[in-house]
């Protein structure tokens, strides 16, 4: 199986700065598509960021130009740097990978969430 690991998650005030980690272990052919989601209490999962397989890239219209994605195949771990951060960003932020396993089937895999909290 799969395991996705995330790290990096924390308290900060209003304009602050994390950067969050995402490491798949286990056995697995490759990895596609990865991405971020966060969900805030009371409210339905949201896709903050994707990244492809080949480094493409796309975030929801309240993050752009403060959050990147970026990945390193070789350690098979995605990152999410978010800048400037606000109140309006906190939530458990969840790791999403597109796997396609030894058998050449694919499955989505999820990681257990990180809390963000950020402080006004």
């Known amino acids: 199986q799969v395991r996705l690991v995330e790290s990096g998650g924390g308290l900060v005030q209003a304009g602050g700065t994390l950067k969050l980690s995402c490491a798949a272990s286990?056995?697995?052919?490759?990895?596609?598509?990865m991405a971020w989601y966060r969900q805030a209490p009371g409210k339905q999962r949201e896709l903050v960021a994707v990244?492809?397989?080949?480094?493409?890239?796309s975030y929801t219209d309240s993050v752009t130009g403060r959050f990147t994605i970026s990945r390193d195949n070789a350690k098979n771990t995605v990152y999410l740097q978010m800048n400037s951060l606000k109140p309006e960003d906190a939530a458990v932020y969840y790791c999403?990978?597109?796997?396609?396993?030894?058998?050449?089937?694919?499955?989505?895999?999820w990681g257990q969430g990180t809390q963000v909290t950020v402080s006004s």
């Open positions: 999403y990978a597109d796997v396609t396993t030894v058998t050449l089937s694919s499955y989505a895999y």
């Open positions: 286990g056995r697995f052919f490759s990895i596609n598509t």
């Open positions: 990244i492809t397989s080949g480094g493409s890239t």
